[in-house]
């Protein structure tokens, strides 16, 4: 059964109509998404490679995790459950940060257009790569990148395979959230 995705307003907050997760993005519905980035105390960042068969950006190196709100479920039980299923890692909801909410509306020519608001969460972890469990629908590899890394991908995104190039200014709130936490 396909899941249900609520809709929302202009603010992202639910306007009690949910639809399939296909009509979300075949329509342009607003709707609500979970991200969830991963650090460790070095400051060295968890990267997901998106899967091959994604229907957009198949092999991004993109967010730790990330995925839709179901429809009744909140920001940080979507990040806890995401967690799971994509990387096999068990979190609490008194462990993510909240750093903010950002907009995220992308037309692709396939016919998928997100109209996302990004629920974003930094996580603090002391895992090693064997110890995630990664989804094979959803997750190519995965690996961490120190923040030199970081700084040097966001420096040429859009020609590295890392990163959405339009969502630059996203990306350097988080890491700017990481920095504050680990410093």
Known sequence: MEEHIDIVDKNGTPTGVSVPKSEIHSK??????????????????????RAASK??????WDVSVAGHID???TPEQAAVREAKEEIGVDISEEKLIKVGVYECFNSHPNG??????????????????EDFDAQIE?????????????????DNIGVNNHFV???KAYYEHVIEA???EIT
């Open 138 to 154: 959803e997750v190519e590899d995965l690996k961490y990148v120190s923040m030199f890394e970081f700084h040097e991908i966001l």
């Open 112 to 129: 998928i257009t997100d109209n996302e608001f990004h629920h974003t969460f930094i996580v603090k972890t002391d895992l090693w790569l």
């Open 178 to 180: 990481v920095l504050k």
């Open 71 to 73: 429809a009744g479920e």
């Open 55 to 60: 229907l957009i950006y198949p092999l991004l």
């Open 28 to 49: 342009g519905h607003l709707h609500n998404t979970t991200h969830v980035w991963f650090f460790t105390s070095e400051g060295d960042v968890l990267l997901q490679q």
């Open 165 to 167: 190039p339009s969502n």
